[in-house]
């Protein structure tokens, strides 16, 4: 299974500013997502990175708050921009893969980057 | 019709009991059930899944049991330890569709020594 590596793996940041999260991956991958997962609740999908071309975002979400680049097919950033308290969350890359012998495509997540915005 | 709905919210069992975690699900295109556990500090790993063409699989410990008529599935996990005390999630996805897995709401499990 793909081997992902977030960093960082928390932050605490000041309201207004904005903060980075890198996704690498330890082998191409063709779908990367990243994912919001506010305390105590469950995932909700922000976007879809694209490799050369703009991600793809869900409602609720746009890019001028999360902007996202994905430069090659194993590796991603997603920004927070002028981060507010509700900001406040983990957030997650995740990455499909096809799985041998199921024929299952499978979702891996990385271990989450823990913001904190004060 | 992407809602997948997960019960209970928490649940506390005492070591080698029956953790029993059930979700519903509406939309009828879904075909593929996944169950991920999460670590706190970790992200979500993949548990079992299931396809709607069979009604119950096992792996070890873990049991995933499947009612498609009813639009159910459960996580049963047998003899539960101290260890596997985690959030489980279930989630569904349609196969081949360019959306990503819908999650449920998450079910903080707690077995007790």
């Known amino acids: 299974s793909a081997v992902i590596s977030q960093k960082p793996s928390r932050d605490i940041c000041q309201r207004g500013t904005s903060l980075t999260i890198q996704c690498q991956v330890d082998s191409q991958v063709t779908m990367m997502f990243w994912y919001r997962q506010q305390p105590g609740q469950s995932l909700t999908l922000i976007a879809t990175?694209?490799?050369?071309?703009?991600?793809?975002?869900e409602s609720g979400f746009v890019i001028d708050k999360f902007p996202i680049s994905r430069p090659n097919l194993t590796f991603s950033t997603l920004t927070v921009s002028n981060m507010s308290p509700e900001d406040s969350s983990i957030y997650l890359c995740?990455?499909?893969?096809?799985?041998?012998?199921?024929?299952?495509?499978?979702?891996?997540f990385g271990q989450g980057t823990r913001l904190t915005v004060v | 019709q992407q809602q997948v709905k997960q019960s209970p919210q928490s649940l506390i069992v005492q070591k080698g009991g029956i953790s029993i975690i059930n979700c519903a699900y509406e939309?009828?295109?879904?075909?593929?059930f996944p169950w991920y556990q999460q670590f706190p500090g970790k992200g979500p790993a993949l548990l079992i899944a299931i396809r709607p063409d069979v009604s119950e699989k096992k792996e070890g410990r873990f049991t995933i049991s499947f009612n498609k008529s009813a639009k159910q599935f459960s996580l049963h996990i047998m003899d539960s330890q101290p260890g596997d005390s985690a959030t489980y999630f279930c989630a569904a996805r349609i196969s081949g569709s360019a959306r990503q897995l819908t999650f449920g709401s998450g079910t903080q499990l707690t077995v007790l020594p």
């Open positions: 939309n009828t295109a879904f075909d593929y």
């Open positions: 990175a694209n490799q050369g071309s703009e991600a793809t975002y």
């Open positions: 995740s990455v499909e893969e096809r799985r041998l012998g199921t024929g299952n495509t499978e979702a891996f």
